[in-house]
């Protein structure tokens, strides 16, 4: 195997696919890229098992020649070696040279680096087929699912199935539902596809989120996996075992007291008035009435603090509910509008946050107990 | 004590001073700014007892009123939470007002805070006093010389007194230098002051240097401190005590071989190459010779990386040194010039770099024992 690649280009491609190298493997092969030229281009792959990619970079893109002098063949070349020597390298384009079929020479005109390879038999085998129920998306509504649900999941590791987005439809309306069993963050659209349901692990969801760019994605979704296919790159990513949680019952259904602010003015606020709950993780009291609502904070060692909220509408008698700052900003940042409506059902029932202008997202929000 | 004072002005006058102050202190009322209210305007100072500073907030700065309302007085805050409280705050204006001696309320239009405080007596009694031999320096003309000497310090506490630069001058020739016994910065600079000897805590020199701005700063140094004044600000430093080694023995007087490079290229070059050198911690092999210059760096697993180094003039024959790359790159940045020039006295030898501009800073480093 042997080629001349634009740098650029060759750098984009290994970035993507080292997304799925994980840093620690227990099996070595996969510390590296697998390499593949052949008269199509060059294609790439890594994977750490759960997740995997694979991307080509063609001969010729936009009348462009990107890949010359080549010979087809195949090796597996350090992931973090070869990265870092593509990054830092100064010219436009390197060579790349299999000498031996365990040593790889990589050059431009003034550096020369040889480091040592392995054959591209040794790669495990992967399951690299695809098939299931096809999901199509454009690439910024696909972006707007993923942001509004993602954050809600769990980052631990305790309950698996949390770490999940589940993703269902019965074929016309769906829904992408995440949570940490504190707070719930739904999506609902429209479709048109065959019914699925499929636990998707937030990491493949957001990694392909930041590697699509303008180009649509189109969603493989099996019993055990899912694959993305967009522009030249495949991802493919397993399920997460396991019943997610019936969500449905975490929604009140009757809310009293409705707030409507300005989502980014009321997050300053929480956010200054939480400086002082240090005793309690960012915990913050709303209170609500008639005669105004107030954002306020106490420590017993330090001091108080306490906001009054401008602009702001207000329907329900008098009441109080504490609640963590940043769940709540979370769920505002997500509604992305400029207004959001809370909406409670009581001091102790879980709340809503809501966005003004899009019915379509919805997040649950579980209250603390109040201290003062 | 009481004050409404323009909130970015307090903002910068509270970051400055808190440069002195530890997130961790033994003695709790070091956790404080003592802020001092009078008619010349509002003191704040913080300390860790090594290293004080003071700065003040006049009343009325180029005919713009930046503090008003006030009531004379002094008291402890928190530093932590007041620097917190003002950087949030989003209005022009804040108001202080201390409550029964006891509490302090920080408000501006919508946001009120009350904080626990302390009596100004409770601060540990500090020396203030200012003496010693005056030095004066230009703000860039400072900054240079910090530049060129403190990173060649030792970072770490096993021997205190490599941790400061050593500061002396006959009373008409000045100098700095700092090494961690690996490598070595020496600036020279002419003065006109009374002889002084001075083991300045790099500390102190690097955080009056980013403090500065375009200040003028004058040194009074004793034999146990050195106060620097600029601006508004005073800063107060201990010494370190001891006997500071006596470099002139690093320096070789002899160098048979001589190279001028680009000294960015050539760093360029070095972290390159350095990249495959990770069984020894960024240890490069330089060889010289009439027929070129090269870079090169081996690791038995990973592989092995060269590279010819453009546009030199050397003189002396052929000869090999290795060294850290990170010495070297310190030491051709520290010389502040386009082309720097690398004088070699013996494989084994120390070696010495200078700027191919400016006689007054010379570097020395110590190569390492070459395995290949």
């Given at each position: 195997m042997k080629f001349s690649i634009d740098r650029s280009k060759f750098y984009k491609l290994l970035t993507t696919v080292n997304v799925a190298i994980g840093p620690k493997s227990p099996t070595p092969a996969f510390l590296n890229f697998k390499l593949e030229m052949n008269d199509l281009g060059l294609t790439v792959l890594g994977s750490d098992n759960d997740l995997t990619i694979k991307s080509t970079l063609p001969i010729i893109e936009n009348d462009k020649v990107l890949i010359s002098d080549y010979e087809c063949g195949s090796t597996l070349i350090s992931a973090k070696y070869l990265?870092?020597?593509?990054?830092?390298?100064?010219?436009?384009?390197?060579?790349?040279?299999?000498i031996d079929d365990v040593i790889v020479q990589i050059s431009d005109n003034k550096s020369h680096f040889q480091l040592n390879s392995m054959k591209a038999e040794e790669y495990p085998d992967l399951d690299l087929s695809i098939s299931g129920v096809k999901v199509g998306f454009k690439a910024e509504d696909y972006k707007k699912i993923v942001v509004q649900t993602a954050f809600a999941a769990s980052t631990k590791e305790v309950r698996p199935i949390l770490t999940a987005v589940n993703a269902k439809s019965d074929g016309k309306k769906?829904?992408?539902?995440?949570?940490?069993?504190?707070?719930?963050?739904?999506?609902?659209?429209?479709?048109s596809s065959n019914p699925f349901e499929a636990n998707i692990p937030v990491k493949a969801l957001t990694e392909v989120s930041k590697l699509i760019e303008n180009d649509d994605v189109t969603l493989n979704i099996t019993s055990n996996k899912v694959v993305f296919q967009f522009g030249n790159t495949v991802v493919y990513s397993r399920l997460i075992n396991g019943d997610f949680p019936k969500t449905s019952r975490m929604i009140p259904n009757n809310y009293p007291f409705v707030l409507k602010v300005n989502g980014s003015k009321f997050i300053d606020a929480m956010q200054r008035v939480s400086?002082?709950?240090?005793?309690?993780?960012?915990?913050?009291?709303?209170?609500?009435?008639d005669n105004g609502v107030e954002v306020s904070s106490k420590s017993e060692q330090i001091g108080s603090a306490n906001e009054k909220i401008e602009l702001y509408q207000y329907e329900g008698g008098r009441f109080d509910?504490?609640?963590?700052?940043?769940?709540v900003s979370d769920a505002i940042k997500a509604a992305q509008s400029e207004d959001v409506i809370l909406?409670?059902?009581?001091?102790?029932?879980?709340?809503?946050?809501?966005?003004?202008?899009?019915?379509?997202?919805?997040?649950?929000?579980?209250?603390?107990?109040?201290?003062?």
């Open positions: 990265l870092e020597i593509i990054r830092r390298l100064d010219s436009d384009v390197v060579e790349l040279d299999i769906a829904e992408f539902v995440a949570t940490d069993s504190y707070r719930l963050a739904k999506k609902s659209f429209e479709v400086l002082l709950a240090v005793e309690r993780e960012k915990i913050v009291k709303l209170s609500l009435s509910i504490s609640f963590n700052v940043d769940y909406s409670f059902a009581g001091e102790m029932n879980a709340f809503r946050v809501t966005s003004s202008e899009d019915e379509s997202i919805v997040q649950i929000i579980t209250p603390v107990r109040s201290y003062y």
